[in-house]
């Protein structure tokens, strides 16, 4: 299986601030990946699809990119909405695995 | 709209089995792939297969396989997943989600664009 690994796996920031988030897969994806947002209680949304493809509906200030093994998502002023969880996810082979998460907190 | 509706929360003994459904409307239900994915208390996202329902062919996860089985049934717009011989690691969250449109990937092989709200499923004695 592929092994998704996200760091880091706690981010503390402020509003305002530009926020990144790092993915490496454990062989290469190729552009197979997608990234969600998920909050407490609530199913995970989409934000990110082919790595760097922004879900319809998704503000303009989250952003991917990556190829290969390494990909990251961007967050270019992080919104009182944004604190959350995020995952990154491969759809390149079976099983279709999930980075372990990375949880935003307010600074 | 896309709607996935996810059936109510469960509470089983160990040993026995439950069936989630995925009621699905505002599209096609046929045109697109149905996945399955869990979340144990506190924990990640695991990924547990996909049914397609338009053929009912299914991929389970290596994880899953002996112990899951997704069908559908097309009349009803419906997808279910069962999971049997339930122990205290299967406690979780299950969620169903609806992948894009043909075209966006291969096959079922695919990201998840919609999700249902989620099923509680407790396993206690």
């Known amino acids: 299986d592929i092994q998704m690994t996200q760091s880091p796996s706690t981010l503390s920031a402020s509003v305002g601030d530009r926020v990144t988030i790092t993915c490496r897969a454990s062989q290469s994806i190729n552009r197979w990946l997608a990234w969600y947002q998920q909050k407490p209680g609530k199913a995970p949304t989409l934000l990110i699809y082919m790595a760097s493809s922004l879900q319809s509906g998704v503000p303009s200030r989250f952003s991917g990119s990556g190829s290969g093994t390494e990909f990251t998502l961007t967050i270019s002023s992080l919104q009182p909405d944004d604190f959350a969880t995020y995952y990154c996810?491969?759809?390149?082979?079976?099983?279709?695995?999930f980075g372990g998460g990375t949880k935003v907190e307010i600074k | 709209q896309v709607q996935l509706v996810q059936s109510g929360a469960e509470v089983k003994k160990p040993g026995a089995s439950v069936k989630v459904s995925c009621k699905a409307s505002g599209y096609t239900f046929t045109g697109y792939y149905i996945y399955w994915v869990r979340q144990a208390p506190g924990q990640g996202l695991e990924w547990m297969g996909w049914?397609?329902?338009?053929?009912?062919?299914?991929n389970y996860a290596r994880n899953f396989q002996g112990k899951v089985t997704m069908t559908r049934d097309t009349f009803i717009t419906t997808a279910y997943m069962e999971l049997s011989r339930l122990g205290s690691d299967d406690a979780a969250i299950y969620y169903c989600?609806?992948?894009?449109?043909?075209?966006?990937?291969?096959?079922?092989?695919?990201?998840?664009?919609?999700w249902g709200q989620g099923t509680l499923v407790t396993v206690s004695s």
């Open positions: 989600a609806r992948g894009p449109p043909r075209g966006y990937c291969s096959g079922g092989s695919c990201y998840s664009e919609h």
């Open positions: 996810q491969q759809y390149d082979s079976y099983p279709h695995t």
């Open positions: 049914i397609n329902p338009n053929s009912g062919g299914t």
